[in-house]
């Protein structure tokens, strides 16, 4: 970074520092989701009354007497509670990114305000949804729209980071414009994919075809998708291993399948356009990251979603997110730049 403002480089290193908190929240709320352990404790945002969780016997009888439908399992509490420790800490980070934001703002220095101001709005939301996936029971729609919420919250600060990097750096220009629309098409589908990935988790569907490229030793098995992705879930019952039916489940697995099948060949143009335009690094960032994900993603249905494949899984979805921005945002900065030569 070449700027001789400490403060500047400061800001950029707590932004970094994070981006990997974010990660690790990312990647425990997807170990948390996996080994069922999202109502491991049945209160918010203690659990069973303690700031961590019941440990000795004299504890785990209180818990009986309070919540007494909701056995204590220590493999259970002790994931969501540090998951929630976790993106505690990431929210006060965030808002000591904006406090140094303000604060240099005020000072006369050109830093980003505005993403720091969003991001306080998102993990606000985000305690909220974490709030109401415990007292709503794991209602899909809660808990695919904290997945997302995390995905975004993770999206922004990378984002933040670019624009604080490339604001005090000087940025390489290429002599061709690059497929900025078509970026921002891949951009969708693969936001529109992960959904569908927090959608399956979310009714338990990754299970429902256990082998490939069939699905139940079919090409197109009973499947009900109005089912599958109805939103009129009952606010009410407990969602914790899923309530849909084997033909629900099923659409929503080939779902996620087709989607894997869409963002790969809208990647594969991209790259090839990428390739042509000379933007060489960036294609083959992008095909590396596409490569690894798609390989977890036929090693889950392969091996039956080891827990191990199935969170690097999540975190390949978070990266290959993460690599789509920065390569956008580097053909934003370059066709600007263009831009301006012609002008």
């Known amino acids: 970074?070449?700027?001789?403002?400490?403060?500047?480089?400061?800001?950029?290193?707590?932004?970094?520092?994070?981006?990997?908190?974010?990660?690790?929240?990312?990647?425990?709320?997807?170990?948390?989701?996996?080994?069922?352990?999202?109502l491991g404790c049945p209160d918010w945002p203690g659990c069973y009354g303690h700031l961590m969780w019941p440990e000795t016997s004299a504890e785990k009888q209180a818990a009986a007497q309070?919540?007494?439908?909701?056995?204590?399992?220590?493999?259970?509490?002790?994931?969501?509670?540090?998951?929630?420790?976790?993106?505690g800490s990431l929210g006060l980070l965030i808002v000591a990114i904006t406090i140094f934001a303000y604060r240099a703002k005020k000072s006369g220095l050109d830093v980003p305000m505005k993403l720091p101001v969003a991001l306080i709005a998102l993990v606000t939301l985000q305690a909220a949804f974490?709030?109401?996936?415990?007292?709503?029971?794991?209602?899909?729609?809660?808990?695919?729209?904290?997945?997302?919420?995390g995905f975004c919250t993770l999206s922004l600060?990378?984002?933040l980071s670019l624009r604080i990097r490339y604001r005090f750096t000087d940025i390489k220009a290429y002599q061709n414009r690059g497929p900025i629309k078509l970026a921002f098409v891949l951009l969708c589908v693969v936001v529109?994919?992960?959904?569908?990935?927090?959608?399956?988790?979310?009714?338990?569907?990754?299970?429902?075809?256990s082998d490939l490229p069939t699905c139940q030793g079919q090409w197109w098995p009973s499947v009900d998708f109005a089912k599958g992705f109805s939103l009129n879930n009952e606010i009410g019952p407990n969602y914790e291993g899923g309530i849909l039916g084997i033909e629900a489940r099923t659409a929503i697995h080939i779902a996620h399948r087709l989607g894997a099948v869409i963002v790969t060949i809208v990647s594969l143009a991209f790259i090839f356009r990428l390739l042509q335009n000379h933007f060489l690094g960036s294609a083959?960032?992008?095909?590396?990251?596409?490569?690894?994900?798609?390989?977890?993603?036929?090693?889950?249905?392969?091996?039956?979603?080891?827990l191990t494949i199935a969170v690097a899984h999540n975190i390949g979805g978070a990266v290959l997110l993460l690599v789509l921005i920065s390569i956008i945002y580097k053909l934003y900065k370059n066709n600007q730049l263009n831009e301006s030569r012609v002008v």
């Open 284 to 306: 083959l960032a992008l095909l590396a990251v596409l490569g690894f994900q798609v390989g977890l993603g036929l090693s889950n249905v392969f091996f039956a979603l080891p």
């Open 1 to 38: 970074m070449q700027t001789n403002n400490h403060g500047l480089l400061w800001q950029y290193r707590l932004v970094l520092a994070s981006v990997a908190l974010a990660f690790v929240v990312v990647g425990l709320g997807a170990f948390t989701r996996l080994v069922d352990a999202g």
């Open 66 to 87: 309070l919540f007494p439908d909701s056995p204590v399992d220590t493999e259970k509490t002790w994931p969501e509670m540090v998951h929630r420790y976790f993106a």
């Open 130 to 149: 974490g709030m109401w996936t415990v007292t709503l029971k794991l209602l899909p729609q809660v808990v695919t729209a904290h997945l997302l919420g």
């Open 192 to 209: 529109v994919q992960i959904a569908l990935g927090g959608w399956v988790s979310s009714n338990y569907a990754a299970l429902a075809c």
């Open 157 to 159: 600060l990378w984002l």
